[in-house]
């Protein structure tokens, strides 16, 4: 049976409403996909890190309890686990402050097995940064030769934009490794500096990635690819929380690819239609989590999916 691989970072977000703490859940971008996947039965792996801490353990514990194995997650002694705090605005959007504890050695697991036709999903700061580089281009190129699809997702958030010089070669090493590329109009403009969809995709995503997916919340969901573009309606929905929402729609489109049955080598020949699917999974999934307070769709909404699938 085909599985999800991400890599990525767990953290515990510490979520506050009016300044005021209202939640703590285990997060991390990849993480929160994941998750969802798990909750939805697929078998799902996640390489990550953890402190041998009691914020660690939290974070495994619920690991466990939600169908991702850990059997690639390192637990180190020396550090802490790391933790945010998500200031939602009154558009319940999130500003983050990350308070975090690494030690010198990282992410000391061995590769994991991978099949053809695997899904491998990575992105965020977490496969940008130079302490990491040399591990994460290990795995990218492992679960290329090994004929997975890969998935990137930049997750570029403004806090980073004045590294966005310094960071684009590795950018665009990952854009090249990918098969799909999904971003947030507001990674894009804090990567290059545009965020018109389709001077995105030509100016600088079409050169290394055929299949490019950018989300541009109430405005919607634009794909591009060699042989045509499209554009998808959000749904109408009264939001309590934009957490997780980016996280989910790659949820949902790697749960899309593995139900239509999609294989690395059918994806450039993909129809409209054969994409018009794949997308509304992304769209229901992020549109679920918007609606509550989680970083992730509940397990009644995922046993519920999957039957009407």
Not at 209 to 227: E, H, K, Q, S
Not at 228 to 246: C, D, Q, V, W
Request: proline letters at 4%; one cysteine or more; aromatic letters at 12%.
């Amino acid at each position: 049976m085909r599985k999800v691989i991400g890599i990525g970072e767990t953290i515990l977000d510490i979520i506050f409403r009016d300044n005021q703490p209202y939640a703590a859940v285990p997060g991390g971008s990849v993480f929160n996909g994941l998750t969802s996947l798990g909750r939805m039965g697929l078998p799902v792996l996640f390489i990550s890190e953890l402190g041998d801490d009691h914020v660690g353990g939290l974070i495994r514990a619920f690991m466990e309890e939600n169908n991702i194995s850990t059997d690639y997650v390192d637990r180190y002694m020396d550090g802490k686990s790391p933790i945010s705090l998500a200031f939602l605005d009154k558009d319940n959007n999130a500003n983050y402050a990350f308070y975090k504890n690494y030690p010198a050695q990282r992410l000391d697991v061995p590769l994991p097995p991978i099949e053809k036709d695997d899904i491998f999903i990575y992105g965020s700061y977490y496969a940008l940064n130079p302490a990491l580089r040399e591990r994460m281009v290990e795995f990218l190129r492992y679960a290329q030769e090994r004929g997975a699809i890969l998935y990137y997702d930049p997750n570029f958030r403004k806090a980073h934009a004045h590294e966005a010089i310094q960071l684009k070669p590795t950018i665009l090493e990952n854009l090249e490794f990918a098969d799909i590329v999904r971003g947030s109009d507001e990674d894009f403009v804090n990567i290059f500096g545009e965020k018109e969809p389709r001077a995105v995709y030509k100016e600088h995503v079409e050169f290394y990635c055929d299949n490019f997916i950018t989300t541009r919340g109430r405005d919607g969901v634009d794909l591009f690819t060699r042989r045509f573009e499209a554009h998808y309606l959000s749904k109408a929905i009264e939001t309590r929380s934009t957490i997780g929402a980016g996280d989910n729609f790659n949820a949902g489109i790697l749960f899309g690819l593995l139900r239509e049955g999609i294989g690395k080598a059918d994806l450039p020949n993909l129809s409209q239609a054969d994409w018009a699917k794949i997308i509304q999974c992304g769209i229901d999934l992020s549109s679920e989590v918007c609606q509550s307070y989680d970083n992730y769709v509940s397990r009644e909404f995922a046993k519920r999916y999957v039957s009407q699938s």
